[in-house]
């Protein structure tokens, strides 16, 4: 899909703001972790913020890192065309700066709520981001990039918690807890629009949305399930995997969602082959020593599950919850795998890493590839 396309789904949009010339306009974009073609979606969003009113000195970008690592201007400059990089401002957000951030309360959940101070106080408040299957959040997408994006860290800590309620899975949003606190602040924070794509498994732009974010949501929703789910009662016997490529493999921390969704298709005591450059590391410095100073799946659960939470070893958490379940073998460049040794297999050729997966299979064992396994879901896991 591309720009002319987007801008007709724009035009069709009537809000009842008015803009004029001293109206500051904040949108939140999502960091480089996050697959989304930037280079076609904004412009024609400032097309029409201009043409509408807007004056560019008056239009903020911010960069919703919610508590991952700041990105370098190198890495900015992937997501956002230098022509809007270079003419507009651009704020990272920081979750720990909390004088910049603004306390609205608790919310229904009992969740903090704190928002990067200076979009809050804009005057108009745009999301923009992408519809897809995450794998407790239910979905990503709609106002998750600003209250998790440009959240402070205890906001996001205090909904993350709710990682250890049963009903924080994939595919669920009205009934996820995690997903409804998400709505809650959400509304708290007054947000006008979300501007939301759904990418099919080559990251091109199968839809486009521009509405409130609740409406968003519904929409990208219907069409992100109709693209990814994968009709079947299989269960195999070894699960070869990949987050779909760069930026999905980043890290650690980003390539472990695809575990998650290959867990929907492998058996118990399964294996699970994830293939992730893993570039920038474990992406985390308190998920890796988490896993090092608990030396099991079974330790870093019991330690997880009787300490206050924290981002960071809730990756830990996740891992070793799959590590209990399946045998998992990491094919990656990641120069740190000391930590991982009492958790999973890692080496750093897909060969090998078949070869090691013999040892719990036999030679009748069935097998099913996910190269884009992120991007998939099975419906037998749908409940809304």
């Known amino acids: 899909m591309e720009e002319p396309a987007i801008e007709e789904t724009l035009k069709d949009f009537r809000y009842d703001w008015y803009i004029n010339e001293n109206t500051s306009v904040a949108i939140a974009i999502n960091d480089p972790t996050r697959p989304i073609p930037y280079h076609l979606i904004l412009p024609p969003l400032l097309r029409y913020l201009l043409k509408a009113g807007a004056r560019s000195e008056n239009i903020s970008f911010f960069i919703a890192t919610g508590t991952h690592n700041s990105p370098s201007m190198e890495e900015l400059s992937l997501i956002i065309p230098a022509s809007i990089f270079e003419n507009y401002r651009t704020i990272v957000h920081n979750c720990d700066d909390y004088n910049n951030l603004e306390y609205l309360g608790v919310s229904k959940a009992g969740t ?11 005057d108009i408040k745009i999301l923009t981001g992408h519809i897809e299957p995450h794998h407790f959040m239910g979905f990503s997408g709609g106002y998750k990039s600003a209250v998790i994006g440009l959240g402070g860290r205890k906001t996001i800590e205090a909904n993350h918690k709710l990682i250890c309620n049963p009903a924080s899975k994939m595919n669920r949003f009205y009934s996820n807890p ?14 006008d629009c979300a501007l939301n794509v759904v990418l099919d498994d080559t990251k091109r732009i199968v839809g486009v949305f521009f509405d409130s974010p ?12 109709r693209i990814s789910q994968i009709d079947t009662q ?31 298709f492998v ?20 998920f890796r020593s988490f896993i090092e100073d608990h030396q099991s799946p ?12 924290c981002i960071g070893p809730h ?28 958790m ?41």
């Not at 058996?267 to 308190?286: H, M, P, Q, T, W």
């Not at 884009?372 to 749908?382: F, G, K, R, S, V």
Request: hydrophobic share 40%.
């Open 112 to 122: 903090p709520v704190y928002i990067n101070k200076r979009y809050y106080y804009s």
């Open 214 to 225: 609740g409406t968003v949501m519904r929409k990208g929703i219907e069409l992100s399930r």
């Open 298 to 309: 079974a330790l870093v659960i019991q330690a997880f599950e009787h300490s206050s939470f």
């Open 315 to 342: 990756k830990a958490y996740q891992l070793a919850l799959q590590a209990q379940k399946f045998h998992i073998i990491l094919v990656s460049e990641l120069s740190d795998t000391k930590a991982l040794e009492s």
């Open 234 to 264: 299989t269960k195999y016997d070894l699960v070869i995997c990949s987050a779909g490529g760069f930026p999905k493999d980043i890290n650690l921390y980003q390539a472990q969602k695809a575990i998650t969704h290959a867990a929907l």
């Open 267 to 286: 058996r118990d005591d399964g294996v699970i082959i994830l293939a992730a450059e893993c570039r920038n590391g474990f992406g985390s410095e308190k």
């Open 344 to 384: 999973i297999t890692v080496t750093n050729n897909l060969e090998q890493g078949l070869t090691l997966s013999r040892h719990w299979l036999t030679d009748q064992a069935s097998i099913a590839v996910l190269p884009y396994a992120t991007h998939l879901m099975n419906p037998a896991e749908i409940n809304s």
């Open 178 to 191: 995690m997903r409804m606190d998400v709505e809650d602040i959400g509304e708290r924070i007054g947000i």
